[in-house]
């Protein structure tokens, strides 16, 4: 009952064409009277946390299997600050800083709990910014729905909400548009950044979404377990 993906156009074509290019394991499982949403079954399912954790462990048992086809050339400078901070009324401090991996300047908030904690907890869009104010409306803005609840006081949360210029983000890298190296720019641009910025020992890193975010959110986590 998912009307914004609707499954026979989405994951069913995934499972057809899977199967065309002679793929065999694959199981499709669709929660009933469910739509486009959080739900628990989701996380109940063994078949599907039996997935996730065999991914997950096996990134961190063998990390030499996943090639870095990155290694081989020499590095850009990750991030450059071009502004910041700006500080609003409810403690949000904004940056803007300028990458390599993407095109223009992006925005970075960061909200921070008040008794300070190890713990980031990284908000993924699922809306480029700027523009596209219709999805942001309609979405809504996940940094001001966790200062709405004062959930990161409640958690011990330093919260890190992030932005893309221009482009919708998949949080991969592009095949042929250097400037839309989303998985790159987070990984090796804004998670430093980051690091320099709140200097915390052993940082305990987070990663939330909605949607084609959450399912961002879920393959980084698989890729980076770190």
């Known amino acids: 009952s998912d009307t914004v993906v609707p499954v026979s156009v989405n994951a069913g074509t995934l499972v057809d064409r899977y199967k065309d290019f002679g793929g065999k394991e694959i199981t499709l499982k669709v929660v009933p009277g469910k739509g486009h949403e959080v739900c628990k079954e989701f996380f109940?399912?063994?078949?599907?946390?039996?997935?996730?954790?065999?991914?997950?462990?096996?990134?961190?048992?063998?990390?030499?299997?996943?090639?870095?086809?990155?290694?081989?050339?020499?590095?850009p400078t990750p991030y450059r600050l071009v502004q910041g901070p700006e500080i609003d009324g409810s403690g949000v401090h904004t940056y803007s800083i300028e990458s390599p991996y993407i095109n223009g300047p992006c925005r970075v908030r960061v909200l921070k709990p008040d008794k300070?904690?190890?713990?980031?907890?990284?908000?993924?869009?699922?809306?480029?910014?700027?523009?596209?104010?219709?999805?942001?409306?309609?979405?809504?803005?996940?940094l001001h729905d966790i200062m709405k609840h004062d959930l990161h006081n409640q958690y011990g949360y330093t919260v890190i909400a992030l932005?893309?210029?221009?482009?919708?983000?998949?949080?991969?890298?592009?095949?042929?548009?250097?400037?839309?190296?989303?998985?790159?720019?987070?990984?090796?641009?804004?998670?430093?950044?980051?690091?320099?910025?709140?200097?915390?020992?052993?940082?305990?890193?987070?990663?939330?979404?909605?949607?084609?975010?959450?399912?961002?959110?879920?393959?980084?986590?698989?890729?980076?377990?770190?």
């Open 44 to 75: 109940q399912d063994q078949d599907f946390l039996d997935f996730i954790l065999t991914c997950g462990r096996r990134r961190m048992i063998y990390p030499n299997e996943i090639k870095d086809t990155h290694s081989q050339v020499p590095q």
């Open 116 to 142: 300070a904690s190890n713990r980031l907890l990284f908000v993924l869009p699922v809306a480029p910014w700027p523009g596209f104010e219709d999805k942001w409306q309609k979405h809504g803005d996940g």
């Open 163 to 226: 932005d893309f210029p221009e482009h919708m983000p998949w949080y991969v890298d592009h095949v042929s548009d250097a400037k839309r190296h989303h998985e790159s720019y987070m990984m090796k641009a804004l998670v430093p950044f980051v690091d320099d910025l709140l200097d915390i020992k052993e940082p305990v890193r987070n990663l939330a979404g909605f949607s084609k975010s959450g399912f961002g959110a879920l393959r980084l986590l698989l890729e980076y377990p770190e």
